[in-house]
């Protein structure tokens, strides 16, 4: 389901909609905003991506969290002030349930004793490993399962410690030790698909990706 500025997008508009709108409209009654729309279909996930802050607001939050135990907010509009909504505000609005992730930096929020640490939803997660994982099994294109593959690889990252902390991803300071790890499953999966022209295949991908890295030491002459 897709909401735009002018509501719920359904088959009733689509004299009216962008092309691109068309093939998204469902059968549903005309419903013009956000929280209207959350109330009637009920969505288990929330994405903003629209560069429209502040449409999160306290009743839309609040009405997720009314039906679904852990309500997903993901607040992906940059920078800051055009988020949909602050950590801070997902976590009071939903009384610590929610589990939050945005576009722009938010700092860990302290709700009832509990610490609660926001992901930032960045694609800097996926590219270094996912363009390591082609150079290094030599794929010849890319396949939509290598993408699969490496957001499976970032998933796998994220400890049960992670979680207990609200966290969608793992911590960005291990950046180094996820793009190795993804790295080996976007080359194993060119490999299993016959895209892969460095042979023979390594035996241990995450070891071998690793060793491909550039690490930005110098010596000291001095």
Known sequence: WLVDSK???VSSRKNS???FKKPWAHEHEPLGDLSSAVKAIK????????GVGRTFTKEVIEAMASFNEKPLIMALSNPTTQSECTAEEAYTWSKGRAIFASGSPFNSVEYEGKTF???QSNNAYIFPGFGL???I???IRVHEDMLLAASEALAGQVTQENYDKGMIYPPFSNIRKISAAIAANVAAKAYDLGLATRLPRPENLVKYAENCMYSPVYRSFR
């Open 7 to 9: 509501g719920l997008i």
């Open 17 to 19: 909609l962008q092309e």
């Open 43 to 50: 969505p288990t996930v929330l994405i903003g991506s629209s």
């Open 117 to 119: 640490v926001p992901g």
């Open 133 to 135: 994982g082609l150079v």
């Open 137 to 139: 099994s030599g794929a």
